[in-house]
């Protein structure tokens, strides 16, 4: 609780509107001004998140004192997910005060639609753009564009969560030190499972480390966690993998002797299927090593919907399948006491 405290008084000395870790960016999307236009009175404001990982961060930072609105729910691919009369709705009400998107093209076709309602003046942020480029991954395949599956690598996405925090802090400057603080133990928890994920994916054999999946949304976390990574198809879901994929991926698995691979909760396993079948072909038995979630989280109230226990989940998983050791329960066991967050923003002990 000390270091919370001071790390608050650090922050407001310095001043909100420059929290640690959010790199600069020229885009339109993080570098639009923000001004609270001011909710009516006797109502919290609105804040309307567009992929799951995006509402977790946002409401662990406001707490209870923004209604918080997620548009796509668990199991949803946003690279296809095409916006909704109702989802317009939700993100043009007058009553809608700010909106938090992934940015980096990870929506897809809701793009558009969140230009247009930015070019009306309403306040609408990026999280993942407010990133360094530096950071960033872009690879040849994915056309000229950053991969934005950022939230594979827990540091990247502490990051976000601090950008969120200094754009609530400049909508809403009278709950600005309640943010920062539950911001603050929110950053501490995200550097422990950071650590838990770091521990769990070196305990797996070194030959082993190799994660394939359906689809290329596990970059940030190979490269932040030391595991190479194939998939069948590339950075979106739009388009199916071809024959020559499909071979590409048998030839890798037989010739590298992988046993496992893992199938996304909001991503079709057809792919993956075919290529257990070709490896099966070839007298090599390719197991499912789990069900990973990607790009959306588990069901909504779920341990696993939630963003930490989300990358628990993936990174016990992973270890698990290829031969690593991890505790019974995952990152949760391992956490004896700690911090709790009030609505109110207080900071209590759990026993």
Known sequence: MRSSIRNLRSWLI??????AGCGGSDTPASSAPIKKEGSQAGRRPRIVTTVGMVTDIVRE???????????????VDPHLYKPTREDVKQLDDAKTDIIFYGGLMLEGRMEESLKKIRQKGKTVVAVSESLDPATLRKPPEFEGHFDPHVWMDVTLWSQCMEFATKSMCEFDPDHAATYVLRADLYKSRLSKLDAYVRTSIASIP?????????????????????????????????????????????????????????????????????????????????KVGGELFSDAMGPAGSYEGTYVGMIDHNATTIARALGGQVPEGGFRSTQQGGLRIEPDGAAKDEK
């Open 206 to 286: 070194e030959q082993q480390r190799v994660l394939v999946t359906a689809h290329d949304a596990f970059g940030y976390f190979a490269r932040a966690y030391g595991m190479e990574v194939k998939s069948v198809q590339g950075i979106s879901t739009e388009s199916e993998a071809g024959v020559a994929d499909v071979n590409a991926l048998v030839d890798f698995l037989v010739e590298r002797k992988i046993g496992a691979i893992f199938v996304e909760s909001s991503v079709s396993d057809k792919s993956l299927r075919a290529v257990i079948e070709g490896a099966g072909k070839r007298g090599w038995k390719v």
């Open 61 to 75: 930072v406001v707490g209870d004192h923004c209604e918080v609105i997620g548009l796509l729910s668990e199991g």
């Open 14 to 19: 310095i001043g909100l509107l420059s929290l």
